[in-house]
Nanobody, 125 residues
Framework: QVQLVESGGGSVQAGGSLRLSCRVT????????MGWFRQGPGKEREVVST????????YYAASVKGRFTISIDNAKNTAYLQMNSLKPEDTAMYYC??????????????????WGQGTQVTVSS
């Protein structure tokens, strides 16, 4: 059974940093595309960033580019999202996803088979 376990969320003041982790267990193959998404209060879920495990190509939403960094550790089956210079508008539930079943990882339009349960990020002004 494939599971994605997120950690690292919390509450910070604007300008602060958090690092999210997403560990994949039970997946019988090497990691492929992984993504981070978020859903803020009253908003639709949106893609934040994606990374491909093979060549480390990345995609960032315009709203986070230059502030967030996605990375992946294949040996640990874990993806990370380093979030710096956080803003109140970054407040959301953050979800990780794995195993691309459609779309483009590079363009940030990948569709995923597996999802984590989410970790809350709250940024106060």
């Amino acid at each position: 059974q494939v599971q994605l376990v997120e950690s690292g969320g919390g509450s910070v003041q604007a300008g602060g940093s958090l690092r999210l982790s997403c560990r994949v267990t039970g997946f019988p193959h090497d990691l492929n595309c992984m993504g981070w998404f978020r859903q803020g209060p009253g908003k639709e879920r949106e893609v934040v960033s994606t990374i491909h495990a093979d060549d480390r190509t990345t995609y960032y939403a315009a709203s986070v580019k230059g502030r967030f960094t996605i990375s992946i550790d294949n040996a640990k089956n874990t993806a990370y999202l380093q979030m710096n210079s956080l803003k109140p508008e970054d407040t959301a539930m953050y979800y990780c996803a794995h195993d691309q079943i459609g779309g483009s990882c590079l363009l940030g339009t990948a569709k995923f088979a597996y999802w984590g349960q989410g970790t809350q990020v709250t940024v106060s002004s």
